[in-house]
């Protein structure tokens, strides 16, 4: 019964297996003082800040760890060098101590070892790039905020990284339509405070928000905390700014909410991790932001925390209570708690955006972020654990339940190869099973491409490198990344 | 005010001109009595009975009114008539008067002269079809309830016309999630009372749901009444089941809200009007269907009709009374009427929905239907009427303030060349200069893909052809239809 009412009101809604409850409600328990640090602090590099990485452990080469082989492409040379500087003058980064935050991922999995990093500041550079890149065949590795989950935003080998820092630039906002046109390097948080000065909220909101940049954001389709409610980056995202791999400007830049002349180009992009073009620019639909904010923490046999968003402070409340009457009254739910402050709201808020941390307290966690229906979205967990058996210390799923959104954490003293062996493929292939998706909202970057069979067929994975050829005939986009190397 | 107000709340919203306000009142001062047939009654020809033709005025040939020329696809021949017989068993339709009705499209301003109708029944006997097609070099027209504006869902010559009318199985409906999975030829107004009848609505609603398949409805990435509130097709549209050009089946029918694994190819079919696909099955997002209803009608100087749609009445009704004495208080508005009860939403409803019918009482109409950054929306009206003067009867501005949509028409008592001459491509280059888009909901089909360039381009028509030789190498899909003919 909540599932059914939730979706009418609910902003974002998470739940979490009765297993935690203990690590959690103790956090609660001391005040939710913080026991760590939370995501952005946590990164040990900000690549912006080009910090030093002494003291840093270190990360091993992605090579070293995964087996994977460099394709020909050409390395780097004093005349390409030449070259970016005419193109982005100052701009060209060959300091390695600069170099070593790029070329490693936030979750210190994976390194490249790029010798070059660009910071153009417009399109016209971004193209200009591109072309000579294309004409040398130079690998190329767009990155934004480098916050990616599956290494898609990292180099693997010497690809040259091309960063969207400095294009950061709002273009411009309607403030009757909510429409933003910007560049693809606005950082989330900053678009966020920009047009909540002007009462409008981005349509997507993410733990990330104060590093990861619109641009990065669109092309990972990334989902988030606002997705159940404002819907779809392929709904909200109105236009589209493209480089192409051979430096052409494909401007589909509109800022309309009806255009039916042609084919849709602007979707090709949005979730393909730069394999298909480098997004510069993005024009997106922000909605009104809420006048009230009211939240419901509820227990039974489930956490469930949910959130509404609406423009009248007293019907938000009445409806909540509505539905909390009649769940209690039910039996479904056991017991619960509202808050409308926001000291209160951010304490149960703190609950969920806790649990990443408080499971790596374990010591090693697996991960996986899966899609499934809705009525099967815990079975997985119940059925590994087991047949783990005490070989996980913990088997956690919590998520979005909204968006039949699970993220699966197994928990163990450290990396265990046997372990590994009876997750995967397991996971994977009871995702398919139930036609659920292997990757629902992180995207496939390098980690995940040879998963992508679990979830579409052998006819869409064709069509998708089809796809790829077209765009990218010599494949120097973010190369290693999406799709499986072909046979 | 009201513009920036809107969108919050309301599920649909239709604006006009004042220059109107004579018609419709006077159609409501008889008590709406019909002065003719809502759209579906004046179809002269429904597809699906294959009713006689006796009685209607002849319509030309497309290629003798239209610039258009053959291409070399074969001919059907006794050979293809008995591979479809065995294909599609006793659903292969030769007679002639049969084939009329989907020979000439609803507007009956085009009419080709296919010589057969075939009727699958699965994706398996269109996957068939498609590959005999395919190797023997066929044309091919998919059509649905043949119900689009611009001649996209009838042959131009003797394509084959493979229509999806018995294809109209629901596969599956999910009552908690809302998710329906249906075959390409079910009726939308069919889908409309099923998913009613559950508790929830479809996330699209038009004129044409009498007819329309929500086959058709995808591949035209149909806007109509709810798109305001529920968003594009590109957003709830989960998955799509497609038979490609060469008669692969792609099936992408999955039913998650979250799947980033790869490119989204269902998102090159929404839209392309059968030229790259045959959409077969649908997997759909249904809201759930709103508790109360309040609809207003405004004055002042435009009439605006905004209905909201919510869980409360009592809250849906004070929140719009609140933006109504807001809006009267400042002069915004001048006057205005609420509604709730079904009978009186109708009516106003009603001075929409019959503003086509009393333009046609002019003789002829000049239609065009497009985007504009909102602020622009009327100017384009005010221009054309000082630019035709008196050669024009009306020139007449409404449609869906909140998606910055117009339809614009100009009225004449017949068909006039100079007129036509005064209008394009003047109105075209118009739009094209405020950025807007030529074709906001009604799509491209045969009468506008030679204004594409208008709303697109170079790199961008470029790239769609690229994509229709990649997934259509023979060009047999709906050719003639959406992109401009190769130079």
């Given at each position: 019964m ?7 009101c609910s902003a974002?809604?998470?739940w979490?297996?009765p ?6 409600t103790?956090?609660?328990?001391v005040g ?7 995501r952005?602090?946590?990164?040990p590099?900000?690549?912006r800040g ?8 270190e990360?091993m080469?992605?090579?070293?760890r995964?087996?994977?082989q ?5 390395t780097v ?13 100052g701009?060209?980064?060959?300091d390695p101590?600069q170099?070593?935050a790029?070329?490693?991922?936030w ?15 417009t399109?016209e550079?971004?193209?200009q790039?591109l072309r000579?890149c ?8 767009p990155q934004?905020?480098n916050?990616g ?5 990292v180099?693997?080998?010497d690809?040259?990284?091309l960063?969207t820092?400095?294009?950061n630039?709002?273009?411009?906002f309607?403030?009757v339509?909510g ?6 390097g606005?950082?989330?948080e900053e678009?966020s ?8 909220i981005?349509?997507l909101?993410l733990?990330?928000?104060?590093s990861?940049h ?17 819907g779809?980056?392929?709904?909200t995202?109105l236009?589209l700014e493209?480089?192409?791999a ?15 002349t042609?084919?849709?180009l602007?979707?090709?992009f949005i979730?393909?991790?730069g394999?298909l073009?480098?997004?510069t620019?993005?024009?997106i639909?922000c ?5 009230a ?12 925390l ?7 402070a007293?019907?938000?409340?009445e409806?909540?209570?509505n539905?909390?009457?009649?769940v209690l009254?039910s ?15 951010q ?8 649990i990443?941390?408080?499971?790596s ?6 991960k996986?972020?899966?899609s499934?229906?809705v009525?099967?979205l815990y079975?997985l967990v119940?059925d590994?654990?087991?047949?783990l058996?005490p ?5 956690v ?8 959104n699970l ?5 163990a003293e450290?990396?265990?190869q046997?372990?590994l062996?009876?997750?995967e493929p ?10 659920g ?10 980690k995940?491409?040879?998963v992508?069979?679990?979830s579409?067929?052998p006819?869409?994975v064709?069509?998708m490198?089809?796809?790829?050829a077209l765009?990218d ?5 973010n190369?290693?990344k999406t799709l499986p190397?072909?046979a």
């Open positions: 909540v599932l059914h009412l939730v979706p009418r974002r809604l998470f979490a297996s297993g935690w409850r203990r690590t959690y103790q956090g609660a328990s939710l003082k913080w026991l760590g640090c939370p952005d602090t946590y990164r590099l900000a690549c080009y910090s030093s990485v002494s003291g840093s452990p990360v080469l992605t090579p070293e995964y087996p994977v460099r394709l020909p492409f050409s040379s004093e005349e390409d060098l030449a070259a970016f500087e005419r193109i982005t003058p701009r060209v980064i060959t101590e170099l070593e790029c070329n490693v991922d979750l210190r999995a994976l390194r490249g070892c790029s010798k070059v990093l660009l910071r153009p500041q399109s550079e971004v193209s790039i000579h294309h004409k040398r065949n130079l690998a190329v590795n934004g905020g916050t989950m599956v290494g898609g935003s180099p693997v080998f690809e040259v990284i960063s820092a400095l294009m630039q709002v273009i411009s309607h403030d339509s429409i933003l046109v910007c560049q693809a606005c950082v989330l678009l405070h920009y047009v909540q000065e002007r009462d409008f981005m349509p909101d733990g990330a928000k104060g990861c619109i641009g990065g954001n669109v092309a990972t389709n990334a989902g988030g905390l606002r997705f159940l409610r404002y779809s980056l392929r709904g995202v236009g493209v480089v192409l051979d430096g052409t400007i494909l401007n589909c830049l509109t800022s309309l909410r009806k255009d039916n042609g084919y849709d602007k979707q090709l979730g393909s991790e394999t073009g480098i997004i620019a993005v024009s639909l909605p009104p932001r809420p006048k904010v009211n939240v419901a923490f509820l227990e039974s046999p489930f956490y469930v949910v959130e509404t968003s609406g423009s009248s007293g019907h938000d409340a409806k909540l209570t539905v909390l009457e009649k009254n039996g479904l739910v056991s017991d619960g708690t509202m808050a409308t402050d926001q000291r209160k709201v304490m149960l808020w703190a609950l969920r955006e806790r990443t941390e408080a499971l307290h374990d010591g090693y966690v697996f996986y972020d899966i499934l229906p009525e099967r079975d119940i590994l654990r087991t047949r058996g070989r996980a210390k913990h088997v799923g919590y998520g979005h339940l909204g968006d039949g993220h699966l954490n197994v928990t450290a990396f265990s046997e372990l062996t009876a997750l397991y996971v994977y292939a009871w995702t398919a099973e139930q036609r998706s292997v990757s629902a909202e992180h995207g496939l970057g390098f995940k491409k040879n992508l069979g679990y579409k067929p006819v869409a064709k069509l490198q089809q796809l790829k765009l005939p010599k494949g120097i986009l190369p290693y190397a072909q």
